[in-house]
Nanobody
Framework: QVQLVESGGGTVQAGGSLRLSCAAS????????MAWFRQAPGKEREFVSQ???????SYADSVKGRFTISRDNAKNTVYLQMNSLKPEDTAVYYC??????????WGQGTQVTVSS
């Protein structure tokens, strides 16, 4: 089964940038749609961004224009470039993968904290 490991989280000031990485163990990584979700304390997990197996990106309205998702199939890795970070972006960010409709493969998350 697919194993996902996130990295790149940290603490930044408002307006700063971070790049998250998600490394997949699956050799057929290129066949999966990939996505980023996030969960803040006391809140439900929410969708952030998705990139399909053929490279088509999509974003939640809250991050559109600030975040960019990309993938490197040769490295079995998906990235999330986060610019102009806001305090409300503070959350644990999770990488996820799917081959059908539901995202059912998940990493353990990486903490992003944005201070005001």
């Amino acid at each position: 089964q697919v194993q996902l490991v996130e990295s790149g989280g940290g603490t930044v000031q408002a307006g700063g940038s971070l790049r998250l990485s998600c490394a997949a163990s699956e050799r057929t990584f290129s066949n999966y749609d990939m996505a980023w979700f996030r969960q803040a304390p006391g809140k439900e997990r929410e969708f952030v961004s998705q990139i399909t197996r053929n490279g088509s990106p999509s974003y939640a309205d809250s991050v559109k224009g600030r975040f960019t998702i990309s993938r490197d199939n040769a490295k079995n890795t998906v990235y999330l470039q986060m610019n102009s970070l806001k305090p409300e972006d503070t959350a644990v960010y999770y990488c996820a993968a799917r081959i059908f409709t539901l995202y059912n493969y998940w990493g353990q998350g990486t903490q992003v904290t944005v201070s005001s």
